[in-house]
């Protein structure tokens, strides 16, 4: 494994880390700047839609820049903006700045993967792509339980300045230790033949959508389901890290192999087993204390399992179907922060009608509606992705 690659989990760590920072700090945040916490966990809303709109636009303009000027473009815009949220006076000019936020997400996410498939050779390419999606990984064991014990020490601003400060120091590695990535000449660059790909478009939409229909509200799924609030949310917001490992080091493994349906349909077996667990436990099945602490550690374990096994699968096949094409990827992360749009929707809105128990009963609808529909659309294993074709 090319070694700067892992300048480039740097990326996907700071990034992973501002997208999600203020998580653990939803309620508070809601309360302080007067609006409920269903309204305020549309700041994730904005941020992906945003990135999904913007995506495509910036591949296409900045199409012929170096992959390393784009991931700084889009880690020093990110780096502004985390200031700024810091010091905004209401939730009008956060909301407008977390959407400006998603732009640098749009820069960045898409310009790191198609650096990490370049440095890598193509039996290699998706451990590469894995190891660039462990820096979500670092992001939930570290930098986004850091930011609740910081925001319960010192506020939810507070929140991010963390991630500014992290943009700060991927920004740095990058500067000096990443080599100047050529963005693929266009005749070598791939195409993107949507009759081949969109089942993976398709794939990688419902995976996003199911899981933040949950995830964005962990604060809340925490306190009703453990009886956990203040930084003891960071422990739990962890283990999202510890999920992601386990599924990185599966997904990795099978992307090499080119694994396809009966991968993806076990990792959505998977996460409706875990929205189940949450159902259970918001619902109390266990006695308070540790048994019910326990119970949703489970959940939030078995749920991050499942995303990270199946996305190096689904951009590894994407890759191999594109040529590595940037407009492709940028597509591809458009797709992810419209499902990720869709979950935080579908999850406020749950919360607003019928209280903290829906929003896993609703992660669990999608999950299984999921699994349904790639079970007649996503191709088989055996059939063999060509480049271009």
Same mark, same amino acid.
């Given at each position: 494994m090319n070694p700067r690659i892992f300048v480039l989990?740097?990326?996907?760590?700071?990034?992973?880390?501002?997208?999600?920072?203020?998580?653990?700090?939803?309620?508070?945040?809601?309360? @302080? %700047?007067?609006v409920t916490t269903s309204v305020a966990g549309q700041l994730q809303t904005v941020f992906v839609l945003t990135s999904a709109?913007?995506?495509?636009?910036?591949?296409w303009a900045f199409g012929r820049? @170096?992959?390393?000027?784009?991931?700084?473009?889009g880690l020093g815009l990110g780096l502004l903006l985390h200031i700024a949220c810091s010091m905004t006076p209401n939730f009008t000019s956060l909301l407008g700045l977390r959407a400006l936020a998603g732009l640098a997400g749009a820069m960045s996410g898409p310009a790191a993967s198609v650096a990490a498939a370049s440095l890598a050779p193509p039996e290699r390419r998706g451990s590469a792509i894995?190891?660039?999606?462990?820096?979500?990984?670092?992001?939930?064991?570290?930098?986004?339980?850091?930011?609740?014990?910081?925001?319960?020490?010192f506020g939810w601003r507070s929140t991010f300045l963390v991630a500014a400060c992290l943009s700060a120091i991927? $920004?740095?590695?990058?500067?000096?230790?990443?080599?100047?990535?050529?963005?693929?000449?266009k005749r070598d660059g791939g195409s993107l033949n949507l009759p081949l790909v969109w089942p993976f478009y398709l794939t990688t939409f419902l995976t996003f959508a199911a899981n933040m229909t949950l995830n964005l509200y962990i604060q809340p799924i925490v306190r009703v389901g453990a009886g956990v609030t203040g930084a003891g949310v960071g422990a739990f917001q962890a283990m999202i890290g510890v999920g992601s490992i386990a599924g990185l080091a599966l997904g990795a493994r099978a992307a090499d192999r080119n694994?396809?349906?009966?991968?993806? %349909?076990?990792?959505?077996?998977?996460?409706?087993?875990?929205?189940?667990?949450?159902?259970?436990?918001?619902?109390?099945? $266990?006695?308070?204390?540790?048994?019910?602490?326990?119970?949703?550690?489970?959940?939030?374990?078995?749920?991050?399992?499942?995303?990270?096994?199946?996305t190096p699968v689904v951009q590894s096949r994407l890759i191999q179907a594109t040529g590595g094409a940037p407009v492709a990827l940028a597509l591809n992360g458009s797709v992810v922060s419209l499902g990720q749009a869709l979950g935080s929707a579908v999850g406020? $809105?749950?919360?607003?009608?019928?209280?903290v128990?829906?929003?896993?009963?609703?992660? $669990?609808?999608?999950?299984?509606?999921?699994?349904?529909?790639l079970a007649f659309l996503f191709p088989r294993s055996k059939e063999k992705v060509e480049a271009g074709a």
């Open positions: 989990t740097l990326v996907t760590f700071a990034f992973g880390s501002g997208a999600f920072i203020f998580a653990g700090m939803l309620e508070n945040l809601a309360a @302080d %700047l007067h709109v913007l995506g495509p636009l910036a591949a820049v @170096d992959r390393k000027y784009m991931v700084m473009g894995a190891m660039v999606s462990s820096g979500m990984t670092l992001a939930f064991v570290v930098g986004i339980p850091m930011g609740s014990l910081v925001g319960a020490a991927a $920004l740095t590695a990058v500067t000096f230790f990443l080599p100047k990535v050529p963005a693929p000449p694994e396809g349906r009966g991968w993806i %349909l076990q990792g959505f077996a998977i996460q409706a087993t875990a929205m189940s667990v949450h159902f259970a436990a918001t619902h109390h099945v $266990l006695p308070p204390g540790w048994p019910s602490a326990a119970l949703v550690a489970l959940g939030i374990f078995l749920a991050a399992t499942a995303l990270f096994s199946i406020g $809105l749950a919360l607003h009608l019928s209280g128990p829906a929003i896993p009963a609703a992660a $669990l609808a999608m999950s299984l509606t999921a699994m349904t529909t």
